[in-house]
């Protein structure tokens, strides 16, 4: 971005200099041109109060005080004296003549047919009738820049170098205090009225403010929770292992101790798989959907890898509907519908029913489970919310698996509504065609 500003800074400062440089010569040139104009009036004013007519007609040039051609008219137009190759036909329809015979002045601008150049005509009436006219070069356009081409260049070449020096300039004071804001986001006392340096970035800042804010909240809560759910699997694993190999558990308690060591470690391996996949989902920066998945064969995949854990349950599990494709990441697609199945296996009564649909790009769900209670069912979806925490310490649930659903739902730009009867059940239905829509019932 500093590089950017610097060059647009820079092509704005350079695009400046040079039309500043032709409007200076342009005004010059004019300012030129209406200087000579009236010197070259004033001369032939004072070269016809200063004529006499006695003098002889050569003697006319000795009045000029500058380089300029004379010309002398009879009182009937015909040439008398001139210093320039000019007709008396040429004469009869030059305007500045025609004027002064009318007014006393004239004046006119044109192309010389002779030398081809622009010049400058200043014609006066004199007392007997015969008119005097004065000439001289027109300045050529842009004739100061050809005259002065090398000045000028050496001056281009100084506004080049103060532009750009004025841009890095004015680029390091504007950049600078943004370079430095996220430095001073992250302090702790840092304050967006006090510390904005521009009032435009003042709303940027009190909403990247709030979402530090709350990230670190998110953050020590993540921390404070995983460290709590951790403790209490080590702790059992520590105190059963210690007993077995200090010699003071029985040799009839060693299996079941064992048991229960090995139990603890399914549980903290399941719950480290969660904070790797929730990880995961909140480093996931390409939110594309650039799979196609067949939402049918997932369902039957998930239930074949949890039909263990069905039969463990004397669960029965019923899949209907027809398959059709899905544009979504299929690893994500894969672990929502497996959290969901796994979720409704767990909270499920012993012998119960779990019904799954897929029908017209929706998604159905129902078991015959314990439900969730009214007051329980806003905030399911945080991470470690439990709603009876001794029953998914038994089913060995890390209290992850919905915010794991979430996470997937908002990367597929979904939305998640839940309703359920406690002692009844729950039903999950996911329409996939623009976004995923979670209902429980």
Not at 131 to 157: E, H, K, W
Not at 413 to 432: D, N, P
Request: aromatic content about 8%; charged content about 25%.
């Amino acid at each position: 971005m500093e590089d950017r500003i610097t060059l647009n800074l820079l092509y704005f400062g350079l695009i400046s200099a040079v039309f500043t440089l032709i409007l200076s010569c342009v005004a010059f040139q004019n300012s030129t041109y209406t200087q000579l104009k009236a010197e070259l009036s004033r001369e032939t004013a004072l070269i016809s109060a200063g004529y006499d007519t006695q003098d002889s007609d050569t003697s006319i040039k000795k009045y000029t005080s500058f380089d300029a051609e004379v010309e002398y008219f009879r009182p009937d137009g015909t040439i008398e004296y001139s210093t320039r190759d000019v007709s008396d036909a040429d004469a009869e329809t030059r305007s500045e003549l025609s004027t002064a015979r009318e007014q006393g002045t004239g004046f006119a601008a044109r192309r010389s047919s002779n030398s081809g150049r622009e010049r400058m005509y200043s014609a006066r009436l004199l007392s007997d009738g015969s008119v005097l006219c004065l000439s001289i070069d027109a300045p050529r356009p842009f004739q100061f820049i050809s005259q002065n081409f090398g000045y000028i260049t050496m001056i281009f070449m100084v506004l080049i170098l103060l532009a750009l020096l004025f841009a890095l300039l004015l680029t390091h004071r504007l950049i600078s205090p943004i370079k430095k804001l996220p430095e001073r986001l992250e302090q702790p006392g840092f304050d967006p009225k006090a510390d904005s340096v521009y009032p435009e970035l003042l709303p940027l800042l009190q909403k990247l403010k709030k979402r530090r804010d709350e990230r670190e909240s998110m953050r020590q809560e993540f921390t404070a929770n995983v460290s709590h759910e951790l403790k209490t699997p080590l702790t059992t694993i520590s105190g059963y292992s210690e007993m077995i190999t200090s010699g003071l558990a029985k040799p009839e308690d060693i299996p079941r101790f064992a048991e229960k060591i090995h139990l603890e470690s399914e549980r903290m391996q399941t719950l480290v798989g969660d904070i790797i996949e929730l990880n995961a989902l909140d480093s996931e920066i390409d939110h594309t959907h650039e799979d196609n998945v067949d939402l049918l064969s997932l369902v039957h995949d998930c239930v074949e890898q949890l039909s263990p854990h069905f039969s463990a349950g004397h669960l029965s599990v019923y899949v209907t509907g027809e398959g059709f494709t899905l544009c979504g990441n299929q690893r994500q697609l894969w672990e929502l519908v497996y959290n969901l199945l796994d979720n409704a296996r767990r909270y499920n009564v012993n012998g119960g029913m779990i019904r799954i649909s897929v029908q017209d790009y929706v998604l159905s769900i129902k078991d015959t489970g314990i439900g969730i209670p009214k007051e329980h069912q806003s905030r399911i979806f945080k991470r470690f919310y439990r709603v009876d925490k001794s029953h998914s310490r038994a089913t060995g649930g890390t209290g992850l698996g919905l915010s794991i659903v979430k996470h997937v739902d908002e990367l597929h730009q979904a939305t998640v509504e839940l309703e359920s009867t406690e002692h009844i059940g729950t039903e999950i239905r996911g329409c996939f065609s623009c976004w995923i829509y979670l209902a429980f019932t």
